[in-house]
């Protein structure tokens, strides 16, 4: 069975401050991978997709960057934290064929605060 | 580009009743339309997809949905909640021609009072 871990549960970092934000899939080869972000009581917005090592694409700028470093990994990260970046980090993975946004599978998430 | 709405940020039942979130979307072509359930504090959770065929889709834990091409939604339902489906429920569509790109709805808070 597939697994996804997502680390750290939860951080409190301060504004101006780097961060780096993680994701592991096991039990998937050659998955696509995602970075969604999500406002407290809000919806969902893609930030980052990945259907390969080394490639990342970019949905929306919000001064983060992600990469691919390994098949099974996924990072989230920044130099600079602005205030803004406050809320719920989501990493997903999908099966990685053709049309594969279709179905999601979610980590648990990143509880990020920024102050 | 694709959009999806959700009607009613909140609604609150009792248990044993049954459940209707409304969902409708905008998009011309080939689409897939899902939902997914968010319980605080944790990810999403996949409960249902359609792409084509029977316009009624079976679910986990009794859920299902209702496609309708003519009134553009994708409505999720079931028939006697329990207070575990208290969780917010989203709908998501993602289009053929917009590659890996879901689009989420504002998302539908349940709460199942005892």
């Known amino acids: 069975a597939q697994t996804i871990h997502q680390w750290p549960v939860a951080e409190i970092k301060a504004v101006g401050s780097p961060l780096s934000l993680g994701c592991t899939i096991k039990?998937?080869?050659?998955?696509?991978l995602y970075w969604y972000w999500q406002a407290t009581g809000g919806t969902l917005q893609q930030l980052f997709y990945?259907?390969?090592?080394?490639?990342v694409e970019s949905v929306v700028q919000l001064n983060l960057s992600a990469s691919r470093p390994k098949d099974d990994q996924f990072i989230l990260s920044t130099e600079k934290l602005l205030l803004s970046h406050s809320g719920f980090y989501l990493c997903?993975?999908?099966?990685?064929?053709?049309?594969?946004?279709?179905?999601?599978?979610f980590g648990s998430g990143t509880r990020l605060t920024v102050l | 580009t694709q959009t999806v709405s959700q009607s009613d940020a909140h609604v609150t039942v009792f248990e044993g009743d049954s459940v209707e979130l409304r969902c409708n979307y905008s998009y011309g072509g080939s689409i897939y339309l899902s939902w997914y359930i968010q319980h605080h504090g944790h990810g999403l959770q996949f409960l249902l997809k359609y792409y084509s065929g029977n316009p009624v889709v079976q679910g986990v834990n009794g859920f299902e949905a209702e496609f309708s091409k003519s009134d553009s939604s994708f409505h999720l339902r079931k028939a006697s909640v329990h207070w575990s489906d208290s969780a917010v429920y989203f709908c998501a569509v993602s289009a053929s021609s917009a590659g890996n790109k879901l689009t989420f709805g504002i998302g539908t808070r349940v709460l199942v009072r005892p």
């Open positions: 997903a993975w999908s099966p990685g064929q053709a049309f594969s946004a279709e179905t999601l599978y």
């Open positions: 990945s259907i390969t090592v080394g490639q």
């Open positions: 039990g998937k080869s050659s998955p696509n």
